[in-house]
């Protein structure tokens, strides 16, 4: 191992006085650890998205205010989309926030970002044949077991349900640190698929009521999500409200879940206002080394009438990734990965998903509406309709693709869904249509976990001047996603810096 200071080195007329040691993360990789991180430090995060926005948010709350987010997109957000017409905003991404979203309503509260409370939701039975449906509770839509095809009795829900929590609250030591995973692959029992961990504690009565947040949202069949992630989206504060938030309750705890007035992408909206946020930034090459990360890239300049693409380079001390790690994300941004990185992008695995949204007329029974039973992949398993006692029939539907299912055939079985609902698609009004796949849940599977990818992902943390966050490091879920970024940024930013 060899040791090498870095004293004093002018950077940008500032002074940054910092220490730097080589080590050895993975054999063969030399990698360049920095230590200590003085407050003047130049810090660039790419991605505009929770992820890069908390991390610039919690950086400059402790005095860290040379920092700036590089978006290639025109809007900031990421899986966070919102559209707004006639004054009413829908979210086209994240929607709903809960009673556990404590750091993200913290920040609402501090850029006023307001919310209010959903109404009750219904779901949708469709028969096997789809030739007829109907609409029905969703509380007797999850009295039953999808793999016995068994219907539970109310009694036996609602102990699996107290048993739950109970169980989750003696997890609570393990799953709800910020650095849960960091430690995981220890906690062998844990390291199962949700189904198989469901079924060992006898819970599987709560499968039906758990597909709708986990499957029909995205991140898989119950046997396929690794239970780490599952436990900490499910946690005391999400999954408590979901069964038992009703009168009295609702007094004491608040109405749950809710959304945001102005839609979830316009809170980060108003975050970028507090941080230094450049968009439409398109990244050609990442150099990193001794001297610092150096940032080629192109961006449009207005002169006059005239759009003109101007390149530019800057010289960073920091790198923060907060960008979705896919296959060819270090080929996008032209950074040759080192060994850590190349390992950990060949194994990460990402679930997409899209949002379909059309102007339909037909009246829904509830403003959200999940499919169960579920129907086969590659049809809509939700369908969602915000503002509808205003008049609204701008109508969404979630969808998990299949691997080899085009867009086209996504909406196609969107517009045969709204066939069978009996309503009529407005095509009138282009404005009104809209499609996206979004790169969704960047996970492990549980083998993988278990033998300490996160372990790995952690001791990459500052590696070659480079610091990670996002889905890739935690569960693909605004609030935890937040609350690894304070994390990070407290552990590997903050300590021994005071704010100025």
Sequence with gaps: ???????????????VARSARHIRAHPGNLMTRIDAVDCNASIAVIGAGPAGLSTAWFLSR??????????????????????????MSYDLGANYVT???????????EVGATTYAEKPYTSIDIAPDWSSFKYRSLMEAVLYDPYTKSTISWWTFLWAAIRYLYVRWQLRGIIDAPDYLDNIHEHGELCVDFKAWLA?????PLATLFQFPITIMGYGQLDDIAAPYALRYMSIRTFFPMVFGHGPVNWIIGTWPRRFTDGFQRLWERVSWRVNVRLNVNITSIERSAAGVRIEMEYPEQDLNDIKIVKDTKLYDYLVLAC??????FAR??????????????????????MTTFWIDMKMEAPVAPVLPLTEQGTPWAVARQFQDSGNMFTQFYTRPTDN?????VIAEVKRLTKLLGGTIDTSQPRWHTF??????????????KTGIYADLARMQGGDRTFYVGGATDFELVEPIVVHSKYIVEKHFAGGVRAT
């Excluded at 191992?1 to 002074?15: K, P, Q, R, S, Y």
């Excluded at 060992?200 to 599987?204: G, P, Y």
């Excluded at 979705?324 to 994300?329: A, S």
């Excluded at 969704?440 to 083998?447: A, G, L, V």
């Design 1 to 15: 191992m060899v040791d090498l200071e870095l004293n004093d080195v002018a950077h940008h007329g500032v002074i």
């Design 62 to 87: 402790h005095g860290f205010h040379n920092v700036t987010v590089l978006e290639k997109l025109g809007q900031i957000g990421g899986l966070c989309k919102s559209l707004t017409v006639d004054g």
């Design 99 to 109: 009673w556990a979203y404590q750091e993200t309503l913290k920040i609402a509260g």
């Design 200 to 204: 060992k504690q006898d819970l599987m």
């Design 324 to 329: 979705p790690l896919t296959t060819d994300v």
């Design 333 to 354: 941004l032209g950074l040759a990965p080192n060994v850590a990185e190349q390992k950990l992008n060949r194994e990460i695995q990402i679930n997409p998903y899209c």
């Design 405 to 409: 299912q085009t867009n086209d055939q």
């Design 436 to 449: 996206d796949e979004f790169t969704y849940f960047q996970h492990f599977t549980p083998e993988q976990i």
